[in-house]
């Protein structure tokens, strides 16, 4: 399956119904009152989450989302049928914007969640409505009114509690098939990745979270080098990051220097997301001495003095546990305090807020540049999402 995260739809809800001009008309009543019934609401379009999706391909061969028409009203009081609204399934992380005034209209995070995304028409009124003490014989009726239609753009970032950051080959899909069921492809060279992943980690039958690896950052990434950022959108919803750097990379790069870079590209997408909670992990340690381990953890924390720092071996397993339970103690945390503090809750949100506004902002650079770019030059890269 072709892993899409992006699309652009319109939504067109359906338009109400009129209301019906008639007279009661009967063998003893040859001069009725007014009986005309009132339209029928027009459809709306809904979005629902739906947790088996974990990509917007369908939505690509459906770019018209239209609801239902009300029916007209009738005689003798009969209101007429409302349009049927449609329910669109998608993926639990979309985030609808409104591709006209760029507002977000909100998201889809939880499994069944509906969200309205253009409202139905409202129906027009039968002369039956108009009746009072001074018009017994009103002929006036008006029309339903036509539904929104709003083009629409869906954008899917997956929902996860850690993301795993790092250059190309810094380790990050060997760690995540090393503590979960997924089985990322692993390779030594560079850009293996070219997909998210997400795994499960299970520390206990009430304690489990989830982490998303994504393709590795280069030097220049934030000017379209290498994959470029764009699928940093989907590290947006975690709430901590793992920085993974490699303690001796093929390159003879320093692992420092590798570091700084990486992060300098995140501040370049967002600084609201480079403001996330970081902690750096140093990979790969079995190839080297446990001295030239010390030697690098010291350096790194030199850079990130309060920031906590693992060395670990994804091949050996040596100190992953030790990191797994770390993670799991603030991951618990970080869920506690959504449920329990208000005050939390409100800076979580507006973080969102922000991050939605940046990946926006991203997006349509991106979308400027493809356009400044000759035809040509505008490769695309099929990718394949799995979630294991």
Do not use: W
């Not at 350096?299 to 309060?306: D, K």
């Amino acid at each position: 399956m072709k892993f899409v995260d992006e699309v652009t739809v319109t939504a067109n809800a359906g338009r109400g119904g009129d209301g019906c001009l008639s007279f009661l008309r009967r063998a003893n009543y040859a001069k009725g009152g007014p009986d005309g019934g009132n339209g029928g609401a027009g459809g709306s379009v809904y979005l629902v989450g739906d947790p088996s999706l974990n990509t917007l391909v369908d939505l690509r061969f459906k770019p018209q989302l239209k609801a239902a028409n009300g029916q007209q009203g009738s005689g003798s009081l009969k209101k007429g049928a409302n349009g049927k609204s449609i329910d669109v399934l998608v993926p639990c992380g979309t985030t609808v914007i409104d591709d006209d005034t760029l507002m977000v209209l909100g998201d889809v995070t939880d499994p069944g969640q509906r969200l309205r995304v253009a409202a139905g028409g409202k129906p027009g009124r039968g002369n039956a409505s108009f009746k009072s003490s001074t018009n017994r014989a009103p002929r006036i009726t008006t029309q339903g009114e036509r539904g929104e239609t709003k083009q629409i753009r869906l954008q899917l970032r997956v929902l996860a509690d850690v993301g795993l950051l790092g250059m190309p080959n810094a380790g990050k899909s060997t760690l995540l098939s090393a503590v979960s069921a997924s089985r990322p492809k692993i390779a030594d060279y560079p850009f293996t990745t070219l997909h998210p992943s997400l795994g499960v980690v299970r520390l206990g039958t009430d304690n489990s979270f989830v982490i998303a690896d994504v393709p590795g950052l280069i030097a220049g990434a934030s000017r379209g080098l290498g994959l470029g950022l764009r699928f940093l959108r989907h590290l947006t919803r975690t709430s901590i990051l793992l920085h993974l750097v490699e303690v001796n990379p093929p390159d003879g790069s320093d692992p420092c220097a590798n570091l700084e870079s990486v992060e300098n590209e995140l501040a370049a997408y967002s600084e609201t997301l480079a403001n996330t909670p970081i902690y750096t992990v140093l990979t790969k340690t079995d190839t080297v001495s446990s001295s030239q381990v010390d030697t690098v953890v010291a350096a790194l924390r030199e850079i990130a003095p309060n920031r906590p720092t693992y060395a670990i071996s994804s091949v050996t397993n040596a100190g992953v546990s030790e990191l797994m339970g770390f993670l799991g103690e603030r991951v618990r945390e970080a869920k506690r305090s959504l449920a329990d503090d208000s005050d939390y809750r409100l800076d979580v949100q507006s973080r969102r807020d922000r991050l939605a506004l940046d990946t926006l902002d991203r997006s349509l650079e991106e979308r400027r540049a493809l356009k400044d770019k000759p035809t040509a030059d505008a490769d695309q890269v099929e990718v394949i999402y799995r979630r294991d």
